[in-house]
Structures are given as C-alpha cells and as structure tokens.
C-alpha cells in the first residue's frame, strides 16, 4: 500500500509518499508556503509523485494533517487531501499533528512524553503542546492539547510525579533558562535535534490507525482540530471554526 500523506500545520508544508510493504519512504518534499500553499500544493504533490516514481493511481491511501497549527494552512491542507481522496475514491484519514510528532521520540512506560511546537510567530515563547504516555510500546495522548508559555507549561511539568520527561519537536528561544529545574533534578531528556512535523510522520501514524481498522474517515465529517481561535475570531468576537 502506498500512502500520501500531508502536512500543512506549520510554515513549512511537506507531501511524503510512504510504502507500507517495505516501511520505507518513498519520497518527501518541502517548501516554505506562509502565503503561497493554496497555489503551490499541487506542485508539491506533483514533485513528489515523479521523486517517489508513481503516480496518482498507485495510491491506496490519503493522509492529512489535522492540527493545531496556522488557521487558514491547516485548512487548505485538509480541503486539498478531502478532494484528492474523493475523486480518486480512495479512503482518507485525519491524523493530529501532535499524533505525529510523539511517534519520534524514545520514551519508556513510566516517561511522560511532552510533544510540542512554536503556536504563533508573534508570541515566540509560546507553544503548543500534549502529554502522552506509552502504552504497548505507542504513545497514548492524555488529555487535550493545550496552548501555554513554555515557563508556564514547566512549572506544570515539575509538578507531574513522572521521574523522567521526554520532549519531541521544537524548543522555543530561551527554553534552556526554563529548564534548569528540570535539569538539576535530572528529569528532563531533551530532543538531539530539533523535529517538525512532517507528511512522512503523518503517513506513518495513519498506517498504524489503518493496521489497526482499515476504515476511512468521513471525508464531509473530517474537520481541522484548533486550540487557538483564528485571528478574525480573536479580533471581533466571531466564530469561524470549531475547536475541540
């Protein structure tokens, strides 16, 4: 089975063509799409249809994106990924963002694994972020995601009773200044290297839903998952979008 996967949470938009026969990535593509993704996505997925050597009709399975992330990307991610499965009558299956990103890091049972991500360029402290646990050897979300200043969010981690904290995903700027609590009573394991979400980690945990019901999502029920409000709703008090 080959799986197309999108990514769109973030500035930077990524399309990976995972084979679910050799657990392999056939190809990942990226660009930078702040303002252009409405016009550049399908170039994307073109790019990386020809780098992976297949075509459209060799896909089995579409994957998306879901959020939190940018209002308006995450949006155009999914109507994209919505349109592409129905007509190529293919199944479809949201994946959250924060799914993804837990699947990069090597946490243990008794670990509490912190997924997180910049929110918004504006507020640079600020993350998104989501704890999970592993159970079974997957990562298992408690709880809701939560947006939160990343002083904020370790103050509520040193009070968890977990002895070791894994983090996944990206630091914000000053975010070694916050930690030194958790450093000194040596509970915190940090990611080596910086991790974003990408198309290759959301094809991979829609293998790992489909292995576990091969059933596609309802492509008309499929909606974005928001923490934040968009900036219209914060600005005069309306509602546009549906949050959790």
């Not at 930077?12 to 026969?21: K, N, P």
């Not at 409405?38 to 992976?52: D, F, H, M």
């Not at 994946?95 to 997180?116: G, H, I």
């Not at 980690?201 to 292995?211: D, G, Q, S, T, Y």
């Amino acid at each position: 089975m080959l799986i197309l996967a999108l990514e769109t949470s973030l500035e930077v938009a990524s399309c990976a063509i995972w084979d679910s026969e050799t657990k392999s990535l056939r190809a990942e593509a990226k660009f930078h799409a702040y303002q252009t993704l409405t016009q550049r996505l399908p170039e994307l997925v073109q790019i990386t249809l020809s780098n992976a050597q297949v075509g459209l009709t060799n896909i089995s399975l579409i994957a998306v994106s879901l959020g939190p992330g940018s209002f308006t990307s995450v949006r155009v991610g999914l109507a994209f990924a919505k349109g592409l499965a129905m007509a190529l009558e293919k199944p479809v299956l949201g994946v959250k963002t924060m799914d993804a990103l837990a699947l990069t890091a090597s946490a243990n049972e008794n670990d509490l694994l912190v997924a997180l991500y910049p929110s918004r360029p504006s507020r640079p402290t600020e993350v998104y972020a989501a704890l999970f646990h592993i159970r079974n050897g997957c990562p298992v979300q408690e709880g809701a995601e939560i947006v939160s200043d990343f002083s904020d969010l370790v103050a509520m981690l040193r009070a968890r009773p977990e002895t070791q904290i894994v983090f996944a995903g990206v630091l914000p700027p000053g975010a070694a200044s916050s930690l030194r609590g958790l450093y000194r009573e040596k509970r915190v394991a940090l990611p080596l290297t910086p991790c974003f979400p990408s198309a290759s980690l959301v094809a991979w945990r829609a293998w790992e839903r489909w292995l576990q019901c091969p059933k596609s999502d309802d492509p008309v029920a499929l909606k974005p998952h928001y923490v934040l409000p968009s900036s219209a709703e914060a600005r005069f008090g309306i509602v546009v979008s549906l949050r959790d």
